[in-house]
């Protein structure tokens, strides 16, 4: 620090683009410590959105498409594409779960979903016998059902599952922890229909037909 004619010189300098003004031990014009670090998060969580943002789900592969026209099929609709979780593919549980946050788009009619939504927990559910093209485009039927899990602390989660023949869904496709699929619905005559799709992902991020 200099002294010039009895009064102190201010020294001005620039620290990682912000004005710095030294006067004694006094700072003035910098930042405080915990804005410079929550802008550092802010800039590193927008360079981690930009590097990891999903790609949009792929369309339905052609071969479903052929075999759902063959059908008579019509109004095609992507209702969920999920990473299986343990439970999916447990024997023990028997079932696809198919949480409402996670449904990109209604699927069901409104009377569909009174009906499903006439069942109880305490009681039979109400199901659906819906026909169901397989990955290996096999037809069958599994049943849909509306059920609402309760947590220990908050509200209950509500959401669809595939039940029924479930298990031999899995067994047949060879359906693993971890690997993605697709579930879509179409209408034959109106009626509720859906295929199951398997996925796997390529390096650069985008899925391909498994």
Not at 177 to 189: A, H, M
Request: net charge positive; charged share 30%.
């Amino acid at each position: 620090m200099d002294v010039v004619d009895g009064e102190m010189k201010i020294e001005k300098e620039y620290d990682q683009g912000f004005r710095v003004e030294h006067e004694g031990d006094d700072h003035q014009g910098r930042l405080p410590e915990s804005s410079k670090i929550k802008k550092k998060k802010q800039k590193m969580a927008t360079r981690c959105d930009q590097q990891y943002t999903t790609p949009p789900p792929p369309d339905l592969p052609i071969k479903f498409r052929k075999r759902i026209r063959a059908l008579g099929g019509s109004d095609i609709a992507l209702v969920i594409q999920k990473c299986l979780f343990k439970t999916d593919v447990s024997s023990a549980h028997n079932r696809l779960s198919i949480p409402f946050n996670q449904i990109r788009q209604t699927f069901l009619t409104p009377q569909e979903i009174e009906f499903l939504n006439s069942g109880d927990n305490k009681k039979k559910c109400s199901e659906m016998e819906v026909m169901l093209i397989e990955p290996s485009l096999r037809r069958g039927t599994i049943s849909l059902r509306k059920w609402e899990m309760k947590k220990a602390y908050g509200s209950a989660t509500s959401m669809y599952v595939l039940v029924g023949q479930w298990n031999s869904v899995a067994w047949r496709n060879a359906l693993r922890e971890d690997e993605t699929v697709q579930l879509w619905s179409f209408r034959i005559n109106s009626k509720l229909c859906l295929a199951l799709v398997k996925r796997k992902t390529k390096s650069n991020g985008y899925f391909i037909e498994f």
